[in-house]
């Protein structure tokens, strides 16, 4: 066409409208922006045939390809650009360059292969090919609004939740315990087991006295026995090489004596204050032993390594100069209250397997984790070769009781626990019995705390209901527990761990305190609570319920169990109305120190007294 000037009456006649291209004559068609005016020079619109390839409409709008879906890009006045098609709009590039809010009022839809992924920022988004959303923000949360991921609505979760490091409740515990003595403390039902090996060196004699030395006496073999002369006053024979302990940990050490006529034998425990200076410590006994011109049976005494002191000396004494005194069979072990007999078990719980399922309660490791884990003190260690369950909560009385049974019935309850085995497969696993067995499906590795966690619905008509640490086979497995729980709900997590706050554990059986069975009390003392009661009360108890009786010297006499620090912070309280041969007694609580100690005292003397624990309040 040409380009230049033609009038609107030149060929009017003919044609509708004649369109040229704006400018002036012999004009260039090049890349730049061109102009089509018709033939009087105004600018119009180009238009063609409906469904054509490309028709101008009301000179806003190009159209493409109008099949009777109106698809066209358009813009107005104020900037806005459409794009508007029947059917789809396919955006086919190697990348496409977004820069703005993209405001979707549809769905959005990913090919199988695809994902998403936030770019620029190590903070982002990933939706990946298999739907798995990533928030990859590290932000921590303090509250319900902050955080790396806010939800201002409820949270629907078709599967297991697992949180890393423990989920906060507003406003109060997450889940209370429902297990009793799940720290393992209380062992009314145990005996002292030992631990480990003998640390004496030759306590036999049985053809020297190597590993022993002599000081202020001499020490000499004689017919299985060690012989000790003193030369000076407490002359002994004392264990040569230094005794590693563990500061906290109960040891028993056991021995045999015998004495000269009237010749005065004794036994002690050194810790080395510097080299070559051996000084009594706290746990010291220097007590003059009966007369046991033969040898004696045998004689037990219990101590507690004291913070500080880990290393010690055995002394085995004749009293005074030229004093001949013998010692034979010598042991010390570590020693902890555990469960190896046919039935009996920690309290409030029950053990299955007799001899096949032996357990001890284990001392904290610290920070190892090696035996326990961290968050509490102890684990519950058990060696077993039976199959199905070992130990379970509640015990024999309460599992059919049908007051208990209803606390449970139709109800959803969750049970988790921390488990360590030492097998190269372990069996041991988690179980719910409400019937029927509810057992933990994640996999326990060797050497390593992992946590087990199971969900069960207990049926209405429930007839038996027990939490059951449950090994699937009998290859015999050393494994330790810790930090069991049980709630209601389908959901505890690892790191969650409670226990009642001031729980109360009543003691299945009880005795005496070891040195407060018919004992003469003449002077105050601190009472190692954990040492006196053969380690069936725990290390840290808050409070114990004791009863307390005995034979007062004179009217008006006191005896008083309290704070072992603190005398005024009474427990029980006796005042004797008349003399011996008349017993007073009296009962109740009686605070600990924070060592979980109490005190005795008294303001005159006080005969055949005993004193007996029944119940423990723990921290």
Same mark, same amino acid.
């Given at each position: 066409?040409?380009?230049?000037?033609?009038?609107?009456?030149?060929?009017?006649?003919? /044609?509708?409208?004649?369109?040229?291209?704006?400018?002036?004559a012999n004009t260039i068609l090049d890349g730049d922006i061109q102009i089509i005016e018709d033939g009087d020079g105004v600018d119009s619109v180009l238009g063609l045939a409906t469904d054509s390839?490309?028709?101008?409409?009301?000179?806003?709008?190009?159209?493409? /390809?109008?099949?009777?879906?109106?698809?066209?890009?358009?813009?107005?006045?104020?900037?806005?650009?459409?794009?508007?098609?029947?059917?789809?709009?396919? @955006?086919?590039?190697?990348?496409?360059?977004?820069?703005?809010? @993209?405001?979707v009022s549809g769905a959005v839809g990913l090919a199988s292969s695809s994902g998403v992924t936030t770019i620029g920022s190590s903070n982002g988004l990933t939706v990946s090919a298999a739907g798995v959303l990533t928030v990859n923000s590290a932000t921590d949360s303090t509250s319900k609004t902050t955080g790396s991921t806010i939800i201002d609505g409820g949270v629907g979760i078709a599967k297991t939740l697992y949180v890393g490091t423990g989920i906060v409740e507003e406003g109060g515990v997450l889940k209370e315990n429902l297990l009793t003595n799940s720290g393992f403390d209380v062992w009314s039902n145990s005996t002292l087991v030992n631990v480990g090996d003998d640390l004496v060196v030759n306590g036999a004699f049985g053809s020297n006295v190597t590993g022993w030395v002599g000081s202020s006496g001499n020490v000499a073999h004689d017919t299985d026995k060690m012989k000790v002369t003193a030369t000076a006053p407490y002359g002994y024979g004392r264990t040569t090489a230094a005794?590693?302990?563990?500061?906290?940990?109960?040891?028993?050490?056991?021995?045999?004596?015998?004495?000269?006529?009237?010749?005065?034998?004794? =036994?002690?425990?050194?810790?080395?204050?510097?080299?070559?200076?051996?000084?009594?410590?706290?746990?010291?006994?220097?007590?003059?032993?009966?007369?046991?011109?033969?040898?004696?049976?045998?004689?037990?005494?219990?101590?507690?390594?004291?913070?500080?002191?880990?290393?010690?000396?055995? $002394?085995?004494?004749?009293?005074?100069?030229?004093?001949?005194c013998w010692f034979d069979d010598i042991s010390l072990y570590e020693v902890t209250p555990g469960c190896v007999g046919v039935s009996d078990s920690f309290d409030g719980w029950q053990r299955r397997g007799g001899t096949s399922t032996k357990c001890w309660r284990q001392h904290s490791d610290g920070d190892t984790e090696a035996v326990t884990?961290?968050?509490?003190?102890?684990?519950?260690?058990?060696?077993?070769?039976?199959?199905?369950? !070992?130990?379970?909560?509640?015990?024999?009385?309460?599992?059919?009781?049908?007051?208990?049974?209803?606390?449970?019935? $139709?109800?959803?309850?969750?049970?988790?626990?921390?488990?360590?085995?030492?097998?190269?497969?372990?069996?041991?696993?988690?179980?719910?019995?409400?019937?029927?067995? !509810? @057992?933990?499906?994640?996999?326990?590795?060797q050497n390593t705390w992992t946590w087990l966690e199971v969900t069960a619905t207990c049926p209405d008509a429930l007839a038996n209901f027990q939490l059951q640490f449950y090994k699937s086979n009998n290859t015999s497995e050393t494994y330790y527990i810790s930090q069991p729980m049980?709630?209601?709900?389908?959901?505890?997590?690892?790191?969650?761990?409670?226990?009642?706050?001031?729980?109360? =554990?009543?003691?299945?059986? /009880?005795?005496?305190?070891?040195?407060?069975?018919?004992?003469?009390?003449?002077?105050?003392?601190?009472? !190692?609570?954990? =040492?006196?009661?053969? $380690?069936?009360?725990?290390?840290?108890?808050?409070?114990?319920?004791? !009863?307390?009786? $005995?034979?007062?010297?004179?009217?008006?006499?006191?005896? =008083?169990?309290?704070?072992?620090?603190?005398?005024?912070?009474?427990?029980?309280?006796?005042?004797?109305?008349?003399?011996?041969?008349?017993?007073?007694?009296?009962?109740?609580?009686?605070?600990?120190?924070?060592?979980?100690?109490?005190?005795?005292?008294?303001?005159?003397?006080?005969a055949d007294a005993r004193i007996r624990v029944t119940g423990v309040e723990l921290r």
């Open positions: 066409m040409a380009t230049g000037t033609l009038t609107g009456t030149t060929i009017a006649s003919t /044609y509708k409208s004649l369109l040229k291209v704006k400018g002036g390839a490309l028709i101008s409409g009301n000179g806003n709008k190009l159209y493409f /390809y109008d099949a009777d879906g109106d698809e066209h890009i358009s813009a107005d006045n104020a900037g806005v650009l459409s794009i508007a098609a029947g059917a789809e709009i396919d @955006l086919t590039a190697t990348a496409v360059d977004l820069n703005g809010t @993209l405001d005794i590693t302990v563990v500061p906290g940990k109960l040891y028993r050490l056991k021995y045999k004596y015998q004495n000269t006529a009237s010749e005065i034998a004794s =036994v002690s425990v050194y810790n080395i204050q510097s080299t070559g200076n051996y000084a009594n410590n706290s746990y010291s006994s220097l007590a003059d032993l009966p007369d046991s011109t033969s040898m004696s049976a045998e004689q037990t005494w219990i101590f507690e390594a004291e913070a500080g002191n880990t290393t010690i000396y055995l $002394g085995f004494h004749a009293k005074n100069n030229t004093d001949i884990k961290v968050g509490s003190f102890y684990s519950l260690k058990t060696i077993s070769t039976t199959s199905a369950w !070992n130990h379970a909560w509640p015990n024999a009385t309460l599992i059919t009781d049908l007051n208990f049974l209803a606390r449970f019935a $139709g109800r959803k309850v969750t049970a988790g626990c921390w488990v360590y085995s030492t097998l190269a497969t372990p069996e041991i696993r988690l179980n719910l019995y409400t019937g029927s067995d !509810n @057992l933990s499906t994640q996999t326990v590795s049980l709630v209601f709900g389908n959901s505890i997590g690892e790191g969650n761990y409670t226990r009642p706050q001031g729980e109360i =554990v009543w003691f299945e059986n /009880y005795d005496d305190l070891t040195d407060y069975t018919g004992a003469a009390i003449s002077s105050n003392a601190t009472i !190692n609570l954990e =040492v006196q009661s053969n $380690g069936v009360i725990p290390k840290g108890a808050k409070a114990v319920y004791c !009863n307390v009786a $005995g034979q007062a010297s004179a009217l008006d006499a006191e005896l =008083v169990l309290a704070q072992a620090s603190d005398a005024n912070e009474r427990g029980t309280w006796m005042i004797a109305a008349v003399a011996t041969p008349r017993y007073v007694s009296a009962s109740g609580w009686v605070p600990c120190d924070s060592n979980g100690d109490i005190g005795v005292w008294q303001s005159a003397a006080w």
